[in-house]
């Protein structure tokens, strides 16, 4: 269960390079790219993020586009972000996130979640019960591999249990 409180941008095809802009890519540093996760897209995103106690974003479609670059999912994640929804991801940001353990899911009623609403989201069972509008949503799950990936924080964590669990040293 991920409870949080929502920061929203509703608008469709927030790039990679909008998430973290090339400039910054120097460091590869977390904290580092946490402290200018969004800025070129919303110069106050850390001050309202900071405000509001958000650790739950809220975007428009195509989320992630652009760029293929691992480090716009560490930006957020490193920024205190701990689950995007969105009604749908670019493919690369998808995959980056998961491989993260950036915790995703695509739900298409962006009207139902606003500004400052405070969730309980349950990925494994597939529902948000938004508790400042008294409503519950579902959404599809995905495959029991990716619900596993995203649980252990990430593919190189899967992946060393995997190894861990076919009697293989790894």
């Known amino acids: 269960m991920i409870k949080g409180i929502v920061i929203k941008y509703p608008q469709e ?3 990679t390079d909008l998430i973290v802009p090339a400039r910054y890519l120097v460091n590869s540093d977390p904290q580092y790219l946490a402290k200018h996760c969004m800025e070129d897209f919303d110069s106050e995103f850390r001050q309202i993020k900071n405000e509001l106690q958000a650790t739950i974003l809220v975007a428009g479609s195509n989320f992630g586009c652009g760029s293929s670059r691992e480090q716009a999912p560490i930006a957020l994640k490193a920024s205190g972000i ?14 980056n996130a998961i491989n993260i353990g950036l915790p995703i899911l695509q739900f298409p009623d962006l009207k139902a979640l606003n500004m400052g609403d405070k ?8 529902f948000i019960r938004n508790l400042s509008s008294n409503q ?4 599809t799950r995905f495959p029991a591999f990716l619900q596993k990936i995203i649980k252990l924080k990430g593919l190189v964590n899967f992946a060393k249990e995997e190894i861990a669990n076919s009697g293989m040293k790894s």
């Open 13 to 15: 095809n927030i790039n």
């Open 82 to 95: 701990e689950l995007i929804i969105a009604p749908s991801f670019a493919r690369i940001f998808f995959r």
């Open 119 to 126: 969730l309980d989201v349950d990925l494994e069972q597939g």
């Open 136 to 139: 519950s949503y579902s959404f």
